[in-house]
């Protein structure tokens, strides 16, 4: 990801609590990267934009007391491969699909956040048969309520979480644009990463200097912007596919923090036949680092 050692994949998995390592697979014409320790059943976590696997990192030791622990890299993100194309959460999922068999598992329970929850759901959607129960933070599936998102904001926008009334998302329609993204961001990924993290955390000091380095590293060439945008640009292929699928059958947790709750409780309804969604108090949208004991709390229970 880096020169700097102490944020190399390799050296951040070591890092944590327990014995974790870092590895690569070759799966679905692609190479993923991942993090794993831990043992008994498998829990795969996917994680989003403008992160990687390490927005994990708080919970995997606790995790990893109880399951085996495998932290996924998606498709262009992070240490994983950036190819020009198979952005769209129906592919990414059959990625994940491939790594979990390859790993030698036949199911897996799994907890996405942010772009890691769209592949979650389209794994349960898309293998159901290999799908334990199903976590997703802090959103949903894109369906045909993405095409709804306004152009304009229905107050003053805001610039942190103490002046946005609710959550205006712009960088929606700018990761559309191709080209020019990558071209602003170039070597700046840690400007964007800065202002999306007062925006969206309720806690400002919840993600550290040390973690946004490593962040503003994964993004740090216009090769990973375009992958990470990728992720966006293929929103309507994931909303025709979504029409394809059958409601999710297996048990789903969602969790939200404070303002996504009632979007995450009524599209749930929809998505799956067993669902629970509760609350995280006190938490934007970075549930993982904001509320990390919560969260591992819930989940620890939820996937027993």
Do not use: C
């Not at 904001?290 to 027993?304: D, I, M, S």
Request: hydrophobic content about 40%; charged content about 25%; cysteine-free.
């Amino acid at each position: 990801m880096t020169t700097d050692a102490r944020l190399t994949d390799t050296d951040l998995a070591r890092s944590l609590e327990g014995d974790f390592t870092s590895a690569h697979a070759d799966v679905n014409g692609t190479r993923l990267h991942y993090v794993t320790g831990g043992s008994g059943e498998p829990l795969v976590l996917l994680g989003g934009w403008p992160q990687t696997w390490w927005q994990f990192h708080k919970i995997m030791p606790a995790l990893a007391r109880h399951y085996r622990v495998i932290a996924v890299d998606l498709r262009g993100m992070g240490g994983s491969a950036k190819p020009q194309s198979g952005y769209d959460k129906k592919t990414m999922a059959r990625d994940v699909h491939e790594l979990v068999r390859h790993l030698g598992h036949d199911r897996a329970h799994l907890a996405g956040h942010d772009i890691g929850a769209m592949v979650a759901y389209a794994f349960a959607a898309n293998h159901p048969e290999a799908t334990g129960r199903l976590a997703l933070l802090d959103v949903a599936h894109p369906d045909e309520n993405f095409r709804k998102f306004p152009l304009l904001p229905t107050a003053e926008a805001g610039t942190d979480w103490e002046t946005a009334p609710g959550i205006y998302l712009w960088w929606f329609a700018f990761n559309q644009v191709k080209g020019l993204p990558e071209q602003l961001l170039d070597g700046r990924m840690g400007i964007l990463n800065d202002w999306l993290f007062g925006y969206l955390l309720k806690d400002q000091s919840s993600i550290d200097e040390h973690s946004r380095a490593v962040y503003a590293a994964a993004y740090g060439t216009p090769d990973a912007v375009r992958a990470g945008n990728a992720w966006y640009q293929a929103f309507r292929q994931d909303v025709a596919d979504f029409t394809t699928y059958d409601r999710v059958t297996a048990p789903i947790l969602g969790l939200a923090g404070d303002r996504n709750l009632d979007y995450l409780r009524e599209t749930l309804a929809r998505h799956g036949t067993d669902t629970t969604v509760r609350a995280v108090p006190d938490s934007g949208h970075y549930l993982p680092e904001e509320q990390p004991e919560r969260v591992a709390k819930e989940l620890t229970e939820f996937f027993a």
